[in-house]
Each structure stands twice: as C-alpha cells, then as structure tokens.
C-alpha cells in the first residue's frame, strides 16, 4: 500500500491550489480540442470561406458583383444549371426504377440467385464512376459502340441508334452508378419492417401485391424519399462522368461549367460565384433528407422488427430476377467485359479474335511508362496520408466529444464542423481549397499538401462517422478501469482503446482509403505537373481517344480496390461498405 | 486505517440537484453498502468518491486528507483505489493474466512479485485455471470474478463496487453475494457497494444507507433497518410492510377502528397528534381464538379478505374495521384459516415502529 501513501501525500489537495497545483490538475485533453480547431479551421472554414470571399472579389481584391453578373448573365451559363437540375431528377428517378425494385427482392422475396446480384451490386459500387463512364463510351458510343454494332449487324441498319454523348446517354450512366445508394437504404429499411405487418394486412384480405403497395413501401417511403436526394446530389456534384460524356457531346452541366472556368487562366472568382447554387441547393436538400429520413412515427422503423419470412413469388421470381440481371449487366457486367476486352487488346475495335489479345497496355502502364507510374505511386501516398490523418482525427474529435472532455458546445462545433464537409460537393470545395492556398500567407498550391488535405477533408465526414460509431462501442467503463487502478487517461487510451479499436479503425481506414484513391473531383483542380494522380491521368487520357491504355488503368484501379475490399471483408465481415459510406 | 469521510457532499447537474447534503463517515475496514431505487443519487456518490466526478458541494476525505472539492479533485488514477462496475469492464484486449497484473504493472511491481500475487488472488477466486483465457471465452461469473480479482490485487485503500451484481442470473448473484462477503472479511478492506437490491445489501453490508432522492433517509446495520426503519421510505423500500396512521387520544391512539396504548409505541407515551406506524406482516399473529392477555401484545378482532399460499408461508390479507386498508401477515403453512374467517390479529408491540414521512 505504500504507493498510495506518496502520491496522496504528494497530491492532497489544499482548499485552493497554486498555478503549479492547477496545472498538474488541469485536464491536458484541452491540447487536443485546440488543436482539432485549429486543423478544422485549416482544412474546413477557411477554404468555405475563401469561397465565399473571392466571390465577392475582383483582380485587385476590391469588393465587386461583376463575378456574379459574369456567372449568370450569359444563358450558356443558366443552361448549364438547368441541365444539372435535369440531370438530378433524371438520374434520381431511373436509380429509384433501378434500386427499389431490387431491394424489395433481395430483401422480402424468395428470388433465386440473390448472392449473383449482390456480388454485381457490389461491383458496381467498387467501379469508379468515370471508369463505368468509359465503359459505356465503348458500349454506346455513336458509329464504334458495341451495341450499335450490334444493331448494325442484327438489323442491317447502316447507323446504330445509340449515342452516349447526349443527355439521355449521361443520365443513364449516372443512375448505373448512383442506383446502389437507393438499394443500400430502401433495402435496409425494408430489413426492418417486421412480416407480422404483412400478416396484419393479409389477414385482413390483402392478397401480396396489395400488402406491398399499401404496407410495405409505404413504411419505407421516407427511406426511399432519402435516397432520391442522395442520388440528386450525387448526380449534380459529379464531375467524371460528366466530363467524358458531356463535353463531347456538346453541352455543359454546372461542374463542367465550373471546371472551364478553371481552363488557363483560372477565373477563381467567377468559378466560386458560379458554385454558390450547388452548394445551397446541397445544404438545403441534405437537411431536408435529414429530416424526411429522421422522422418520427414510423415505429417499425425502430423496432427489432420480429421473425421475417421471405415472400414466395412463384413464377414471378423469373421476372423478378430477370430485372436484376438487366440492371446490374447495365451497370456491371457489359461495362466491365468491354473495358477488360480494351483493355487486353492491341486496338479495342478489331473485336474479340484471339490475335487481338495483349498483355502490353497492362504491361506498359505498371511497369515502361514513368507517367503512370508515378501517378500509381501519388495515388496510394496521398491517399493514404489524407486517409491516416483524416481519420486521426476524427478519432481525437469522436473521443473528446464522446467523453464529454470538451463543453456541450466546443463539442457541438467539433461535430459541426467535422461534418460540414458532407454538404460540400468535391468540385466545391475544391475550388475553396484553390482560392484559400494559392496565395500567401499559406501557399500550398503546386504541393502535394494541397491535394492532400483536400482529400483529408472530402472524407472527414467517413471517417468521423466510423470513429464515432467506434467509440461509442466502447463502453467508458474500461477506460475508468484503469484510472481506478492508477493509470492516467493517456495510459488507459494507450492500453484499452487503442488495441481494442484497431480492427474497427483498420475497417475505416479502408472505407476512406478506397474513395481517395479514385478521387477526381477535387484533383482535376489541385493537381500540377509534378503530382499527377491515376484518376487526374485516366482523364487526360480521354482527350486522345487512347481506351486501350485508360481502360487498363482502371482496371489497375479496380484490381487495388478490390484487394483492399477484401481485406476489409477479413478485418470487419460482410458488407461492412455497404453498411457506412452512405449515413 | 482507512477512513473515508463525506462531509456535506452535494452534486447538481443541470440545476437537478442528484446528491443533497451527504454526510457519510467509513471505518477502516467497513462495508457499507449505498441502497436505493434507480436515480436516488448512490451511483453519482460513488463516482463521486471515485473522483470520477467533481462534488458541487462539501469535500470528500480519505485518512485526513481532502481528495474531492468544489474547486479541484484529485484524479482517480491518484485515489489508490479500485472499482468493480456494472459491466465488470474486463479489458477484451488481454487475458486473464494480464487483467489481473495491470495494476501491479502500473505501481511497477517487480515480475516475480507481480507473478506470486497473481496466482494468489487468482486462487482465492478460483480462476487459475483460465489465466491465458480471453474474456469473451468467459462466462458471466467468471468475468464477475475477473473484476473482483484485478481490483482486489492492488490492495486498493477503498474498494468500490456498482452494481456488481446485476448482470448475473440469479443463483450466481446469491452465490456472488457470499463471495464478496467472503473477500471483505478475508482482506478487511474499506468498501463502499452501490446496490438497489436489499437482498444483496443485506448479506453483504456492515451498515446499509438507504438513499432516496439524493439524501440518505437511514443508515443502521441491516437488523436494525429492517426492525427499527425511521421514515415511511425506508420501512417500504426494506421488505414488506403495513402502514397505519392514527390519532392521539389521551393515553391511546386511535387508528379508525381500533386503538392502541399510547405506551405501546413510545416508552416514555410522547406522542405527535398524527401517528404513523409500520407493521411487519411477521409483528402479527393470527390466532382462532382469543388469547389471554400479554404484555407488549395487543389483540384486535379480525377477518381473512384474501389468502394467498406461496409454498414457504400464507400470505393473508385481513380487515380490521370497515374503514381500513387491510394488513398482510405473514403465517406460516400450518396456519391455515378460510377467507371470511373471523380470527383474533395478535401484535407484537415491539414490533410496531413510528416512522416519519
């Protein structure tokens, strides 16, 4: 019992402590919240408010409207917008016809090959969705286009009808790969609506078809709603797609506007008045998803939800499965054949012959060419650095504000700010993040830094929810444990925490990791000579029409990501993506 | 040698006040035991004594010297003392072995004395065999013995214990109660337990302080609690109870349709106007028959309105006048009367407690 004696003597507290008495008592965690403040105003307000600044700027510095007179005075500029709008509520509707359909069967029905459709869903989530933009490129491109050579060649037609470069072309390929987020949530909120509401309804002489229509999807409406505003943001903050299938087909949306602004000289003013909509329109939807999903009322939503049995579908199920299988070899399998035919081919247009066939395009990007090289190496290092300080991060700030070591409100700000990136679309903050470190007294631009922190921001949110869903599993008692037992609070982090929170972090990790390696949004705008990324490359390779080589890059893309994913299947078990990109 | 004073103890979160006016003083090797319904405030004392939480008012004392006060604490990791929670917070990252040494580790224990008192403790609660197990491989008393053994190790001035007991089904928890018992009395430690269950903190405790909207109402060793409670929130919250209230007559009480001698309820016959007094359902008997007159016992005429058999005793319910509630007593089998039966309620005087509000 010694031990206690000395440190209790040493330590007994006098009435009122000394300086010395007071510091030794005063919690060091305030370190750390500082600190957080500080790099959150780094990488969050100060690039938001920039933003908001140049807008109101001319060359000199001396306040002016004119960057907004010059964003929507000319009609070019309005098209863009409304094409945007249209592109949203397009896009959302087809992902509605895509994903909620497919829930339902994966989730309620006795639908055969449900493990298939999962696996293409999950494909289609993994592929990047510039890579599924140039797959379709080579399905439906005008004259050379698989498909309409397929028509062609069925029919007789000396012209296939496809065109990807068109409105209609962008809006499906933007739905392929935004539909997974309408499944993930309408099929998680169907997971929980319990059958003996269905019995409820049978019982009462409601065949199934009527219990789905007035029971069933109605409880999960507010999901569904949700999910639509996902999508629409989605659609409207996306740039890759749009990039490859808008401007060669002739027309702009906002972040394509944006990113000509960017065209030398930048025009950063105008660019950040121009993106003031996106981000109200942004801000203003999230909230409203946020309260359409979060309403109370819908009890069945919350409960356990009670036995489930699968609803047997009889000879429907064909047709049933016959939708899944037409949507995801939309969305997965016939991109995915063609670019892995282009890129294992000397010229993707000869065709399928065995003679076509090469191992150089993959050969050449990892191992002759020094571009793509390079690029390899940039896109795993900084995303990997945005990744581990993202998520060093948001663990300091998921713990102090768990553990209430800050005030209600430092803690609400913490949270506040460390989310705020989620409304912020890529290209957006992009732009903040070039008018807040292009100029001193914080020059960041032409380094790698700039992209970095860029990315550490986008996926901040990732990481906070992980962390945060983390901690909070963590139950505070085995921390008080060891400060019962005489270790400080650090000791206790150091011994319980750390190694009790390693598998869930590595999990997290992924989960950021895997967004910033296929990043293009923000890079196109931060990126320089000396710190080209693969997506930023696959991009400029687009311009020259060389889809042998683009398309091998994605597939090296795609093949790194994959890894990576099942390495997270090991550490966190099945669908641990599906489960918290989307929250 | 350890002794733990709370002198004026308050805690308000939010303007609730949780802990109003503590005053609570431990001898050296006490147990004393916080007992009371959820929200009373005996788990905030106890954070409160593990310094957990800083007290609003009052201090807190351990041998002499202040370790809580409004104005700073001293940290828990600088108390030497240890706590068992709730949820045992075995670390799930270490085995047993490691669980048990971590806090020999941190006083920086040599290895071979770290090794020895280990095993020992680990013997006394039976675990040797599991010392390389991981805690999730455990059962829930295995874990519970985990707890008990890495905060007994130490040699902790004050143990403290919350709740230790809930989580375990319960023939564990009763065969829980002995052991905890067994370990106070085989390392004469100063421990405070925080329990809302009686039961537990009538096998375990020295004194029982039977808290109630942050204020202790009582604090007696059990025998006295049960037999002697101060207020109507105590007589209630240990065991069962019946309450009357009557007037004051002269040299009697008036309780609506019987009376008892004022002498019967206070040795010295002062009284307050308004009386109110608990009965145990044991104080009563009930007899076929009108029994001659005794000392300390009164007779009033009565009838069964309910019975109820539980295996080990009846449970009967008997009006004594119209106007009154009626009283449980608690007979034993043989005893079997009818309902509806007219019989003769016999109290022990000395079993009649006033209690206050």
Redesign the interface.
Known sequence: MAYVKTTLEEAALPAAGGFAQRWRHWDKTSIVWIAAIAILVLLVVNPLLRLLVVSFQDAEGAFTLANYVGAYGRSRHVEALLHSLILGVSAGTLCLLFGVPMAWALSRTDMPCKGLVWIAILGTFIIPPYLGAVGWILLAGPNAGWLNKLVVALTGMDKGPFNVYSMPGLVLVVACYSFPYVFVLTKSALDLVSSEMEDAANILGAGHLRTTFLVTLPLVLPSILGAFILVFLEAIALFGSPALIALPGRFHVVTTQLWQFFEFPPQVGLAAAYAMPLLAITILLFWLQRRITHRRGYVSLTGKGGERRPIALGPWKWAVLGWCLLVTSLSFFMPLVVICQAAFAKAWGRGWSLDNLTLRNVYAIVFENALTRTATWHTFLYAGTASLIALVLALCIAYVTNRQLVNRHVGGALGFLTMAPFVVPGIVLAIGFYAAYTRPPLVLYGTAWILILAYTTRFLPIAFVNSNAAIRSINPELEEAVRTLGGSRLVAIRHVVVPVLKRSMAGAFILVFIPATRELSTAIFLYSINTQVLSVLLFDKSDEGNFETLASIGLVLVVITVTLILAGFRLMGRDFMLRRTVA | MSQLVLRNVGKTFAKAKVVDGLNLTLRDGELVSLLGPSGCGKTTTLRMI???INPSEGTIE??G???S?P?????????????I???Y?I???MTVGENVA??LK??KVSAAEMQRRVDQILDIVKLRHLRDRYPAELSGGQQQRVALA??IV????VL?LDEPLSNLDANLREEMRFEIRRLHDEFAMTMVYVTHDQSEAMVTSDRIAVMNQGRIEQIDAPFELYGRPRTRFVAGFIGRTNFLTGARREDAVDFGGFRLPARALAADGRLPQQVQVSIRPQGIQLLRDKPAERDNRCCIEASIARRAYLGESWDYHISLAPALEPLRVSARPAEVFEVGQRIYAEIDTSQITLVSD
């Open positions: 593990a310094g957990f351990l041998d010297k202040v370790i006060a104005q700073s604490s001293l940290p828990p990791e600088k108390r030497g003392m240890s706590m929670f709730q949820s917070a670390w799930p990252n971590f806090g941190l006083q890495r905060a130490v040699n902790p001035k403290l």
